[in-house]
């Protein structure tokens, strides 16, 4: 009895830590924090370049959504918004980056949006888009 009370007690203590984490990156959303910047492809090759700069920036875990990715570090919460449209000249997507710090009074993020678009347009110029 006693292991099973300390399980669902961990348990609640992850949950909640999970869900702090997910209404701190919806505040900022609704908020309309982090940066915006439209590139010349479409919407899935925007996110696997998402996904490898996250990787290589030491995002484990992230969750992919249709329209978003959720990932976080040791310090960094991080959330990325695709809205993609095609236009005469093809597919444009505007990638939103939003980055938070687990908790204010720890150091700077790991990743920031300015960073992560920094690092978006770098993968862009290899690959020759």
């Not at 900022?28 to 010349?40: D, F, K, L, V």
């Not at 790991?110 to 770098?122: K, M, N, P, V, Y």
């Amino acid at each position: 009895m006693k292991i099973v009370s300390v399980v669902l007690i961990v348990l609640l203590f992850l949950t909640t830590g999970c869900m702090r984490n997910i209404r701190a990156l919806d505040e900022a959303e609704r908020s309309q924090e982090g940066i915006r910047q439209t590139y010349n492809i479409d919407i899935d090759t925007a996110k696997a370049i998402s996904k490898s700069i996250l990787r290589n920036e030491g995002f484990e875990v992230i969750e992919d959504n249709v329209s978003y990715l959720n990932t976080t570090s040791l310090n960094t919460l991080f959330r990325v918004i695709f809205t993609s449209s095609f236009t005469s000249s093809g597919s444009r997507t505007e990638i939103w980056a939003i980055s938070k710090r687990r908790q204010p009074t720890q150091i700077p993020t790991t990743l920031s949006e300015s960073g992560f678009h920094a690092r978006f347009a770098e993968a862009l110029k290899k690959a020759g888009k």
